[in-house]
Structure formats: C-alpha cells, structure tokens
C-alpha cells in the first residue's frame, strides 16, 4: 500500500499545497482518493488517473470537497480518457445532494452523479472493504455533519493508515490511531490548542499525545494553515511523541 499526499493545507489551499486530499494506492486495483479538496484534481493528474478512483471523505466542508465537480467533469468527457466504469464513494449521507448542487447547471437544481459513481454512506465504526483495503469510519469532533476520521487497512499487509480529518481533542482518536503505521493528524491549531475553540481542530501537542498513547509508527502533521507557524507545530509534537514526526507536504510518498 502506498500513500501519496496531493495536498494537506489547512482550511484552505496554498501555495504549491493542495486543500486536503490524499491517493491511497494498492497494486493492480483502482486508487482510492481520500478526500479531495481545492486543487487536488491538478495535483492527481501527474500522480493518478481520474478516471480510476474510488472516492471516501471524512466529512464535506469544501476545503476537504470542493475538487468533485471539476473531477465530475474528467470523469465525463474527457475526450480520450473518461471514466469507463462506475467507482465507488463513501461519505456523509448528504454525499449526493451536496456534490449534485454544486455540479448542477441551475439553481435548485440537483445533479445526478450516480452515473459516475456509486454512493453508500459511512455508518460509524462499521468497516467496509473497497478492493483490498478495509476502511472504518470512526466518529470524531467537528462541527461538520457526520465527521469521521479514516482508518485504512490492507487486508494483506496489515499495514494501517490512520486519518483523523478534523477533529478537536476526542476519545475516538486514540483507537482510531491505534498501532498505525502512519498517522496523518490534523494540527490547525499550531502548538497549542489552549484559548481555541473545542471540539474544531488540533494542535502540534495534541497530535503528539496521541500518537504516544495510540503507539503509531509514524505521525505525519497536516492541515496546518499556510500562516501557521510549522516547526512550532512540529517541536510541540516531538514535546511528546519521541517516534519518527514529518511534517506533511504535497507530493510526499509513504511506501507501507
């Protein structure tokens, strides 16, 4: 299993780093698109096929979605390589009419995208299998609707990857996290958490507490926003997680 970061900006895009968005990749199956926010379809077409992914979201706030109706568009007509099969998607159960209003010609209107892709919502902590990863969706703390970080992993390896999406400090992360080889952890906050908002996002200390506790193997920080202070963020992890700490960058490659 491989994991490749098209992007991990925080709130937003930035500079040469894409909104969030990852692409899990296993050998001879289909990608699985994690996310897919501001800027990911121009990151994946050097990375990926369009064309050729399956499509899970943590939840739908639009620095985490707002890439599907260009995505729509490839899948549709591109002129040599559209997508010549229906893929799947995980999300919310508001997937469809969220992703059908914004690709829509008309207001009020609600695109059909079942055309393309195949829709099932997450129920929580109940496991699905997509090719060879299973994927649990784990409920965490975010004022979006039905926000769940993402637990992939492949069921021959055992290899795991865990993916908190945005979370404020919460229970579910530590078994959500639990023995991953990679953890990519939201770290919005910068170091500190202390006079934020609960219950939104996390900080560089939070992140390390957590992978601590949960024994990953690797704790790759992400979401930080482009005016955030990064190696704080990253000396505030290393405060309390001695394991081995990237700071995620668009196009960093993780071979499980």
Not at 24 to 49: C, E, Y
Not at 82 to 104: I, K, Q, V
Request: contains cysteine; hydrophobic residues 40%; proline residues 7%.
């Amino acid at each position: 299993m491989k994991l490749t970061i098209l992007g991990c900006s925080g709130s937003m895009g930035a500079p040469g780093n894409p909104g969030s968005s990852y692409l899990v990749s296993t050998p001879g199956r289909p990608d699985i698109l994690m996310d897919f926010g501001p800027g990911a379809l121009a990151a994946l077409q050097s990375l990926g096929d369009p064309s050729d992914a399956h499509l899970i979201f943590s939840h739908l706030h639009a620095d985490h979605c707002s890439d599907v109706p260009s995505l729509l568009v490839w899948r549709r007509y591109h002129p040599t390589a559209p997508a010549t099969r229906r893929h799947r998607m995980y999300g919310p159960d508001h997937c469809l009419e969220h992703f059908g209003r914004m690709s829509a010609d008309n207001p009020g209107e609600v695109d059909d995208i079942t055309d393309t892709f195949e829709f099932s919502a997450w129920r929580s902590n109940e496991p699905v299998v997509i090719d060879d990863v299973t994927v649990t969706p784990v409920p965490v703390a975010h004022p979006a609707w039905q926000s769940h970080g993402l637990r992939l992993a492949e069921r021959g390896s055992g290899k795991v990857i865990a993916f908190t999406g945005d979370s404020g400090m919460t229970d579910s992360l530590f078994d959500l996290a639990r023995g991953a080889d990679i953890f990519l952890c939201e770290a919005a906050w910068g170091p500190s958490a202390e006079g934020k908002a609960e219950g939104m996002h996390l900080s560089g200390e939070q992140a390390g507490l957590i992978a601590a506790e949960a024994g990953v193997g690797t704790l790759v920080l992400v979401h930080i926003q482009p005016w955030a202070d990064k190696e704080e963020t990253l000396a505030a992890a290393r405060r309390h997680f001695d394991g081995e700490i990237r700071l995620g960058a668009a196009g960093d490659v993780f071979e499980l």
